[in-house]
């Protein structure tokens, strides 16, 4: 199994929250950085996607494991195994912050 985040929504984002999850996101890169944690896009090997539907990253290199997928839309169910690589806490703020948008 491993160490494995889990998450739903199944009602999806609005408009409005979705712009303040981007928003969060972004400043999440640069507390990133400055701590040296490497996030690239779920492959890991370019800069982290966010776009008007999805955010989509990983860690660099060695330091990757699964991608986070993250979207607007419903999801009935989801997961991100992270294998506690340092890009994990971005994944746990993410879903936080996440949580705390769309209450």
Known sequence: MGYTHYWKNPN???PEQWARIVQGVKALQVICKDEGI???DGSGEDKPEITTDRI????RDDLSHE???FDAKPIEFNFCKTAYKPYDA???AMLVYASLVSD
Do not use: P, Q, R
């Open 56 to 59: 989509w990253f990983n860690g």
């Open 38 to 40: 490497d996030l690239e």
């Open 67 to 69: 991608s986070f997928a």
């Open 90 to 92: 971005a994944v746990v």
């Open 12 to 14: 999806g984002f609005t």
